[in-house]
């Protein structure tokens, strides 16, 4: 009997042992109907206790091993500033290091560089911290300007106010660009974030990247660079007041690179017709707007060439079952791109960012 217990008991060990590992499908398609996105999301994007297996071996490792560092704005917490937070942690950090953030300013430049993966900053859901500089172009250089620069890998930030406070450009200030974020690690989430500046506003620098929930706003080319992401249920607002706007410049530069942006349940507000919805800041600049809602702040036109008629037949400016008066495609540019369902397909699922071996729920803290 002894022995029979243990022949089953081997069986059910080898069957375990060859099952295939279950992970969320990156081909799942994001569904149309935008009611069905979050339980879309939490089917595929699951916890880490149902994941670790399909995850990153270096990701699941640290996954397993949390550390919580507590920031408050009266200087009362762990360490007195977020950046004395990220200073703490060791180069070649191994383990998830949250940062937990209290209410209030936190007026500081921040640098996460690219030897300090898996940090997460995370703000207090009720009373959303406010990460503050006025950096300027003139200062720092464009992407350096940033408020919050990211270097490393596996980072994530969920419930952040992140704020350029530098004055608006008025034409006339040589170097009066203002980032707020600067994103250039490689497989980053945002969670319930919101970006304020004006000229670039979010350099989306390269890497995958995924923002939810998100809000952003600007005036001129306020989501550029050369990052391959995903922008789901977020908010992009067209600050009026110029001639004209530019919502992205989108630098791919050849037409084998796999970056992007894929914008899908997304809206645009703002007013006034001024809006284009890209521009091609490079040649082969990749945009695509799928079941996304668009105010009449977007111009007609749709989409700029950046006076550079060579760029019209590389460009892949995309729009993709979308609606409101800016979505009309009546008087769209020529090189503007009406995509099928096939066409559409790769931009609207998580296989765009890869996301099935990276991407994880914010964490509960």
């Not at 069986?11 to 081909?27: G, K, Q, S, W």
């Amino acid at each position: 009997m002894a022995g029979k217990i243990c022949y089953m008991v081997l069986a059910m060990t080898t069957i375990l042992l060859f099952l295939p590992i279950v992970r969320p499908d990156d081909t799942t398609p994001i569904p149309a109907d935008k009611s069905q996105l979050n339980t879309w999301f939490n089917q595929n994007v699951g916890p880490f206790s149902s994941r670790k297996a399909s995850l990153d071996p270096a990701l699941a490792e640290a996954e397993g091993n949390v550390t919580v560092i507590k920031i408050t704005a009266d200087g009362k917490g762990d360490f007195k500033t977020i950046s004395d937070a990220v200073n703490s942690i060791p180069v070649g950090n191994k383990r998830r290091v949250i940062v937990s953030i209290g209410p209030g300013n936190y007026t500081e430049k921040i640098r996460i560089g690219m030897y300090k993966p898996f940090i997460t900053l995370y703000g207090d859901p009720t009373n959303m911290p406010n990460l503050v500089f006025g950096g300027t172009a003139a200062q720092y250089g464009t992407v350096d300007s940033a408020t919050l620069i990211v270097e490393s890998d596996y980072f994530s930030a969920v419930n952040l106010n992140i704020v350029n406070s530098a004055p608006r450009p008025d034409g006339k200030r040589v170097g009066a660009q203002a980032a707020a974020l600067r994103i250039g690690g490689d497989m980053a989430s945002f969670y319930n974030c919101k970006f304020y500046g004006f000229q670039d506003t979010l350099c989306d620098d390269k890497g995958k990247h995924l923002f939810k929930d998100c809000y952003i706003e600007g005036t001129v080319d306020f989501i550029f660079g050369s990052g391959r992401s995903l922008y789901l249920n977020t908010e992009t607002h067209v600050i009026p007041g110029d001639q004209m706007a530019m919502i992205t410049a989108q630098a791919r530069t050849k037409v084998d690179e796999p970056n992007g942006y894929s914008f899908v349940h997304c809206t645009v507000t703002g007013t006034g017709g001024i809006a284009y919805l890209g521009r091609s800041w490079m040649a082969y600049a990749r945009v695509v707007y799928a079941y996304s809602e668009f105010s009449d702040a977007v111009n007609p036109e749709g989409w700029s060439n950046n006076n550079d008629v060579k760029s019209n037949s590389t460009v892949y400016f995309g729009e993709y079952n979308n609606k409101g008066p800016g979505s009309d495609l009546s008087k769209r540019v020529t090189f503007a791109k009406k995509l099928s369902d096939a066409d559409a397909k790769p931009f609207i699922s998580l296989a765009f960012i890869g996301g099935s071996k990276w991407l994880l729920p914010p964490p509960k803290v």
